[in-house]
């Protein structure tokens, strides 16, 4: 009998995932920012002083990765793409293409597991036949729970519950695939205990397991109990030991899918030959992300000495209040007689110039590894940074300037468009399976469809169409039907629409004449 991943005596997460959890956790914590409060104390203290220009810097660098793992995700999805299934307009399977597209948000979600799958390596969209509107609560407090429809739902699933299992002798291919997380459930006997309105709450946690094979869906639930935290790679892992197996509740534990595709696509957002497991845009950064960390402490550390001088002056000035030779300061002050030096503040030489170089360089470091040209963002953080990106105004030049970016949002589309693809012709062949015999339902062929991408650098139209005008010698290289759909981002029924207002114009404003009379 085949071995599962979960089962009782197991422990809770795998080993052998425990490793990749780590890294999905400490990315998550450098895109989330460590240190906010430095900028803003800083802020506060530089802005009246000949440093206040570097504020700029001081903000990018503390939000540094959330602006570079963003700007791939800007790129990729800021003009939407267009989904085709070959068999034309108002065809049954493209009006079901276009619906599973706008009904998941499919740009949407593409945006955001782009940006996730920066900072962890690994994003997973899961697709189901199932009822949209979730009306649990509605039952469980007695109401009657509306009518709701089925329908074909593609969503992200974290990443942290889902743990593959390779099929044998490979390292990229899957035979199943487990989502499976920790359910705390309040019930009398738990280990945790905590005070709701004056009255004791339990709880206890189980482990639930959706487990993806060709075919089916397999539902399961053990007890669990805890065994303890995981420190070994740089951030607490709570681990679980998976105890006997209950009922998971269901009418039916096997759930077919009539489709020898698993419901759950893997989007690496980098990928390597010899493992699964995605490369994130952070893990590389960490050391050099680590030193921009510390000169922010390190420039935080010496605007605060600045900010609290010592003072030294003659023996009587005091602090007595009483005496009309009284200094207020917060600092600290150094009497010296009167035959020494004048009064003065005691200044230290933090070296801020040299720390802010230092800072400079580090970004430079982080923006080259990253494949990102510091002008991308509007603006750069030297004088001699790459220019700032604005003195190149034909498509080429600004395609050539973007050409570092642009081949990292290909790299990252690559593996977006073959699981979008992928979970998008799943979704039909779940809805035509579970409709089988419905009446009224008008079943179709799944078709796998074709996704348009734009790069996200803006098009000169004119600049195109003179380069078709002359490659053609004059003729027309794009139906109005092409053109609107790619102008204006619209569907292909939205086109037509389009196209027959446009026709309707015409002839209110031309009327409609018999060719002969222009003959007599």
Same mark, same amino acid.
């Given at each position: 009998?085949?071995?599962?991943?979960?089962?009782?005596?197991?422990?809770?997460?795998?080993?052998?995932?425990?490793?990749?959890?780590?890294?999905?956790?400490?990315?998550?914590?450098?895109?989330?920012?460590?240190?906010?409060?430095?900028?803003?104390?800083? #802020? #506060?203290?530089?802005?009246?002083?000949? @440093?206040?220009?570097?504020?700029?810097?001081?903000?990018?660098?503390?939000?540094?990765?959330?602006?570079?793992?963003?700007?791939?995700?800007?790129?990729?999805?800021?003009?939407?793409?267009?989904?085709?299934?070959?068999?034309?307009?108002?065809?049954?399977?493209?009006?079901?293409?276009? %619906?599973?597209?706008?009904?998941?948000?499919?740009?949407?979600?593409?945006?955001?597991?782009?940006?996730?799958?920066?900072?962890?390596?690994?994003?997973?969209?899961?697709?189901?036949?199932?009822?949209?509107?979730?009306?649990?609560?509605?039952?469980?407090?007695?109401?009657?729970? =509306?009518?709701?429809?089925?329908?074909?739902?593609?969503?992200?699933?974290?990443?942290?519950?889902?743990?593959?299992?390779?099929?044998?002798?490979?390292?990229?291919?899957?035979?199943?695939?487990?989502?499976?997380?920790?359910?705390?459930?309040?019930?009398?006997?738990?280990?945790?205990?905590?005070?709701?309105?004056?009255?004791?709450?339990?709880?206890?946690?189980?482990?639930?397991?959706?487990?993806?094979? =060709?075919?089916?869906?397999? @539902?399961?639930?053990?007890?669990?109990?805890?065994?303890?935290?995981?420190?070994?790679?740089?951030?607490?892992?709570?681990?679980?030991?998976?105890?006997?197996?209950?009922?998971?509740?269901?009418?039916?534990?096997?759930?077919?899918?009539?489709?020898?595709?698993?419901?759950?696509?893997?989007?690496?957002?980098?990928?390597?030959?010899?493992?699964?497991?995605?490369?994130?845009?952070?893990?590389?950064?960490? %050391?050099?992300?680590?030193?921009?960390?510390?000169?922010?402490?390190?420039?935080? /550390?010496?605007?605060?000495?600045?900010?609290?001088?010592?003072?030294?002056?003659?023996?009587?000035?005091?602090?007595?209040?009483?005496?009309?030779?009284?200094?207020? %300061?917060?600092?600290?002050?150094?009497?010296?007689?009167?035959?020494?030096?004048?009064?003065?503040?005691?200044?230290?030489?933090?070296?801020?110039?040299?720390?802010?170089?230092?800072?400079?360089?580090?970004?430079?470091?982080?923006?080259?590894?990253?494949?990102?040209?510091?002008?991308?963002?509007?603006?750069?953080?030297?004088?001699?940074?790459?220019?700032?990106?604005?003195?190149?105004?034909?498509?080429?030049?600004?395609?050539?300037?973007?050409?570092?970016?642009?081949?990292?949002?290909?790299?990252?589309?690559?593996?977006?468009?073959?699981?979008?693809?992928?979970?998008?012709?799943?979704?039909?062949?779940?809805?035509? /399976?579970?409709?089988?015999?419905? %009446?009224?339902?008008?079943? /179709?062929? =799944?078709?796998?469809?074709?996704?348009?991408?734009?790069?996200?650098?803006?098009?000169?139209?004119?600049?195109?169409?003179?380069?078709?005008?002359?490659?053609?010698?004059?003729? =027309?290289?794009?139906?109005?039907?092409?053109?609107?759909?790619?102008?204006?981002?619209?569907?292909?029924?939205?086109?037509?629409?389009?196209?027959?207002?446009?026709?309707?114009?015409?002839?209110?404003?031309?009327?409609?004449?018999?060719?002969?009379?222009?003959?007599?």
């Amino acid at each position: 009998m085949a071995t599962k991943l979960f089962e009782t005596g197991a422990i809770y997460p795998p080993p052998s995932h425990i490793p990749r959890l780590a890294r999905y956790k400490r990315g998550r914590t450098i895109f989330d920012g460590r240190h906010p409060e430095i900028y803003d104390r800083a #802020s #506060s203290l530089l802005k009246d002083t000949p @440093h206040a220009a570097q504020l700029k810097t001081l903000f990018i660098a503390v939000n540094l990765m959330d602006i570079l793992l963003t700007k791939p995700a800007d790129l990729l999805t800021g003009e939407p793409p267009t989904f085709e299934a070959g068999t034309g307009a108002g065809s049954r399977e493209q009006e079901r293409l276009d %619906s599973i597209v706008e009904e998941n948000d499919i740009t949407l979600m593409t945006h955001e597991l782009v940006i996730g799958g920066g900072y962890r390596g690994d994003s997973f969209i899961k697709v189901r036949y199932d009822t949209r509107a979730d009306v649990s609560e509605t039952e469980a407090l007695g109401l009657a729970a =509306p009518e709701t429809t089925l329908e074909p739902i593609i969503e992200s699933v974290r990443a942290d519950i889902v743990f593959p299992e390779l099929s044998t002798g490979s390292r990229k291919k899957f035979k199943a695939i487990n989502a499976a997380w920790v359910d705390w459930v309040e019930e009398p006997g738990g280990k945790v205990v905590r005070w709701l309105y004056g009255k004791a709450a339990s709880y206890v946690p189980y482990l639930v397991v959706e487990r993806y094979i =060709p075919g089916y869906i397999l @539902h399961e639930r053990y007890e669990l109990s805890e065994a303890g935290v995981n420190n070994d790679w740089g951030v607490p892992i709570s681990t679980y030991l998976i105890g006997d197996k209950v009922a998971t509740g269901r009418e039916e534990d096997i759930e077919a899918t009539g489709t020898d595709q698993l419901l759950i696509h893997h989007i690496p957002y980098k990928s390597v030959d010899d493992r699964w497991e995605g490369i994130n845009g952070v893990e590389k950064l960490e %050391s050099v992300l680590s030193a921009i960390n510390e000169r922010l402490a390190q420039i935080d /550390y010496i605007l605060w000495k600045h900010s609290d001088p010592w003072m030294y002056g003659p023996e009587d000035i005091g602090d007595d209040d009483g005496t009309d030779n009284t200094i207020r %300061s917060v600092g600290r002050y150094i009497p010296v007689g009167k035959e020494d030096a004048t009064p003065g503040y005691m200044t230290w030489e933090g070296q801020l110039t040299s720390a802010f170089t230092e800072l400079d360089i580090l970004l430079g470091l982080v923006y080259q590894m990253s494949e990102t040209p510091q002008w991308l963002f509007g603006t750069t953080l030297a004088s001699d940074k790459g220019g700032t990106g604005t003195s190149h105004t034909d498509s080429g030049a600004i395609k050539a300037r973007f050409m570092p970016i642009l081949a990292k949002v290909n790299r990252i589309r690559a593996h977006v468009d073959r699981a979008l693809r992928d979970a998008i012709w799943t979704a039909m062949q779940l809805e035509n /399976y579970a409709n089988e015999g419905v %009446s009224g339902f008008e079943k /179709y062929d =799944p078709i796998y469809p074709r996704i348009k991408w734009r790069d996200g650098v803006p098009i000169d139209e004119k600049e195109a169409a003179e380069v078709a005008q002359i490659r053609t010698g004059g003729k =027309p290289t794009i139906s109005v039907h092409d053109a609107i759909k790619t102008l204006d981002g619209v569907d292909d029924a939205m086109a037509e629409e389009i196209i027959v207002r446009i026709d309707a114009d015409e002839s209110r404003t031309l009327g409609t004449v018999d060719s002969a009379v222009f003959n007599e």
